[in-house]
């Protein structure tokens, strides 16, 4: 059965108060962004809800279950604030379905309309059942449920919810960078972000010719992923291999990777004031690799003057590979490519590195010359989720 809409529901309110307008104004605007790729689009915010009346299709339905801050979303029917009209797309609907068990689930949010949700219920139900014996009632376990929900504007019914990503709209709680490698674990750390309302943008380090091309399409890929959750993404892509080798060359073997790592942090920072982001997200967990024991991540942190957030320190490998599964970037990170932090590794990497003895190595480099080369040569890409295809260099 054809449906008239499409209803999405969203969940928390990121704070309370006129940030309730942002959130749903934010909210619709990447929804409206999301479905342009579809055709005309028209969206209306009505009191908790947000209807779409324009496109009305499966591919919508799958496109909006991707935007953070929806909860879940309906192909939905409306008809009149009118107890028969309600009865008549009830029935159609029970009909539609044919046989088995059934129950109707009202909701009523205007409070104005003459039955309550038990009345609501009672009238369908028995209508339901009078017109269409092959269905019977179940209030416990039934194969269908109707659910109508009142509100001032009409009656919508609905048989089922599926559940979008939740968070809150990207951009709502402002901008970070992300070092995206192209391992398992933070294009996770980075979707998580984006689902708290972060628009990030992506940093990434290779060392060609050591790194390959391929490995650098993996990355734009899982790039590309999260664009389609968060709309517009920037990827940097930035030359790693004459810091790798002046470190491999001046700098104590077991500290290479905790200064590679220092290094990364640098430059995040420096993107991270020319971006005006406020924090940088990377994929560390606590223990999980030499370079993020907790003295590892003192170290790297000691640089850091914005927060360094982490949204998968606590995770297990196996939540962070569950995790990755669900949002599909786990097939893209494992495509076997070198990453430029498995070159010039030590065999024996310092455990539990001491800043002092760190910052003492680093003195053989010149740090700020080896910043500004790397700088020259790296590249910018645009990578346009709600336009999928369209990608620019900046
Ligand atoms: P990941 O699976 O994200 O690569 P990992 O388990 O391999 O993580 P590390 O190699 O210690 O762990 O990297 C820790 C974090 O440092 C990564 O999650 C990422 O945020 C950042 N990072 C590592 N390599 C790169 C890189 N080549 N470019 C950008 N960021 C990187
Ligand atoms: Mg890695």
């Not at 159609?92 to 068990?101: E, I, S």
């Not at 017109?131 to 509100?151: A, F």
């Not at 990755?324 to 495509?335: F, N, P, Q, T, V």
């Not at 500004?372 to 336009?387: F, K, Y």
Request: overall charge neutral; aromatic content about 6%.
């Amino acid at each position: 059965m054809n449906c008239d809409l499409i209803m999405a529901r969203y969940g928390e309110i990121a704070l309370k108060g006129r940030n309730r307008y942002q959130f749903e104004d934010l909210l619709v605007s990447n929804i409206e962004k999301t479905l342009a790729r579809f055709g005309p689009v028209k969206v209306e915010k009505v009191y908790g809800r947000i209807l779409i009346h324009q496109p009305v299709h499966d591919e919508a339905l799958s496109a909006l279950k991707q935007v953070f801050g929806l909860v879940s979303v309906s192909r939905a029917h409306v008809v009149p604030l009118d107890i028969s009209c309600i009865k008549d797309k009830a029935l159609a609907l029970a009909t539609a379905h044919g046989q088995g068990t059934f129950k109707i689930q009202a909701r009523r949010a205007y409070k104005g309309f003459g039955y309550d949700s038990p009345g609501i219920n009672r009238e369908l139900g028995t209508h339901v059942q009078k017109h269409c014996p092959s269905l019977t009632v179940d209030v416990h376990d039934p194969d269908l449920i109707i659910r109508v929900e009142i509100r001032q504007e009409g009656a919508y019914l609905f048989s089922s919810a599926l559940p979008a990503v939740g968070g809150l709209p990207v951009g709502m709680t402002g901008r970070a960078i992300l070092l995206l490698s192209g391992g398992i674990d933070s294009p996770v750390a980075g979707w998580m972000s984006m689902k708290r309302g972060l628009k990030v943008t992506a940093l990434h380090f290779h060392s060609p010719p050591f790194t390959s091309d391929a490995a650098l399409d993996k990355v734009k890929d899982l790039a590309r992923l999260l664009a389609g959750y968060g709309g517009r993404l920037a990827l940097h892509l930035h030359h790693f291999t004459e810091i790798q080798k002046a470190i491999a060359e001046n700098c104590r073997p077991q500290l290479s990777v905790i200064i590679m790592r220092r290094m990364m942090m640098r430059v995040a920072e420096k993107l991270a004031e020319q971006e005006d982001a406020l924090a940088i997200v990377t994929g560390e967990c606590l223990g999980q690799v030499a370079s993020q024991t907790l003295e590892s991540i003192y170290v790297t942190n000691a640089l850091a003057r914005r927060p360094v957030l982490r949204p998968l320190i606590a995770f297990d490998k196996r939540e962070i590979i569950d995790r990755a599964l669900d949002i599909g970037s786990y097939d893209i990170s494992i495509r076997p490519y070198d990453d430029c932090c498995t070159l010039f590794v030590p065999k024996h990497p310092q455990l539990f590195p001491r800043l002092q003895k760190v910052e003492d190595s680093e003195r053989n480099l010149d740090i700020p010359r080896l910043l500004a080369a790397a700088e020259t040569v790296s590249q910018r890409l645009l990578l346009d989720g709600w336009d999928p295809g369209h990608e620019e260099h900046l």
